[in-house]
């Protein structure tokens, strides 16, 4: 059995969701892609983890509390990426 990947990630609010999502459908008839995510679990992914063990997850968890106090943050976007294959991710 496959271990879980995890990654840090960031939700994108509610008001931007509506947004994304109707650019995912025109991007649907240019990209090939293995998966779209559903609009609610759209999410901004800060670092990709990869496969941990379940005896590390918590402490990752646990060192990852502090910044769910954060509230507001700006982000400049710079190039986009995806995860796997290029020609179908």
């Known amino acids: 059995m496959a271990s879980p990947h995890y990654f840090i990630a960031i939700p994108v609010p509610f008001s931007f969701?509506?947004?994304?999502?109707?650019?995912?459908?025109?991007?649907?008839?240019?990209?090939?892609y293995k998966q779209w995510p559903h609009q609610e679990d759209l999410h901004i992914t800060l670092k990709f983890l990869g496969p941990v063990a379940d005896t590390k997850i918590q402490s990752v968890t646990e060192l990852l509390k502090p910044i769910e106090k954060?509230?507001?943050?700006?982000?400049?976007?710079?190039?986009?990426g995806s995860f796997g294959n290029q020609i179908n991710p």
């Open 17 to 32: 969701q509506s947004l994304f999502s109707t650019w995912q459908k025109q991007l649907r008839e240019h990209v090939s």
């Open 70 to 80: 954060i509230n507001a943050f700006s982000v400049k976007v710079g190039n986009l």
